[in-house]
Every structure is written in structure tokens, then in C-alpha cells.
């Protein structure tokens, strides 16, 4: 079986805020459509709007490719990665630092739990 969609035309879930405690400027919303999923992996698309929040990637290793959008994820540690359209990133498990979300960003994900 196979699955064609367009993100742009897509029929997305509600967007839910970001939780106040992460959210260090704005009111970013995110929205996720999973494509596939089992116990030990998850593909999808997900949206985020504009604002900056912290996340703790735990117990999972996620490929991102960024399909729209602009924006840069900060870590604690390590240099700034820019994500425009076309960039691709893998976080590892243990990753840590601030989604800064200057336009809408929609990303493509794949993540394989690690524990």
C-alpha cells in the first residue's frame, strides 16, 4: 500500500499550543499528521508556527527534512542550525535546545525510539 499527500493542501489536525513552560517567546501552536507509526517508529509531517520553545529529545532519535518555513533549532550546546526549506537534520537521543520559528514551518519526521 502506498500513501500520496500534499502538505500544502492537507487536511490538518487542529493546531495545539505549545506548552506556556517550554514557550520562551510567542504562542507557537504545532500541528502533527502521522503517516505511519508502530511501538518503535513514527513518519510524519508536522507544523509549527511562528514563537521559540524549548524541547528534550528522550528515548527517541528523529530525522527531520524541513519542507516549508524558516527558522533555526538553538542546542544547549554546539553551533545553530538554520532551517529553511531543503534542510535536512538528524537529532540524537539526549539532543536539547529551542525550536526559534521565524515563518510557519512544516517538516517531514522519522523517529526511532531508543529505549
Known amino acids: 500500500m502506498s500513501l500520496t499527500i500534499h502538505h500544502e493542501t492537507l487536511a ?12 520562551s517567546a510567542g504562542s507557537p501552536a504545532t500541528s502533527t499528521y502521522v503517516l505511519n507509526g508502530s511501538d518503535s517508529t513514527e513518519a510524519g509531517l508536522w507544523k509549527v508556527t511562528p514563537g521559540e520553545f524549548l524541547t528534550d529529545h528522550v528515548g527517541y532519535v528523529e530525522v527531520i527534512y524541513v519542507l516549508q518555513g524558516k527558522g533555526h533549532l538553538i542546542p544547549e550546546a554546539g553551533d545553530t542550525i538554520n532551517l529553511t526549506a ?6 540524537e537521543d539526549g ?4 525550536w526559534h520559528v521565524e515563518e510557519t514551518l512544516t517538516k517531514l519526521y522519522a523517529i526511532t525510539r531508543t529505549n
Open 12 to 23: 490538518w489536525p487542529e493546531a495545539v499550543l505549545v506548552a506556556s513552560d517550554r514557550v
Open 86 to 91: 531543503g534542510t535536512a537534520v538528524v537529532l
Open 95 to 98: 539532543w536539547r535546545g529551542r
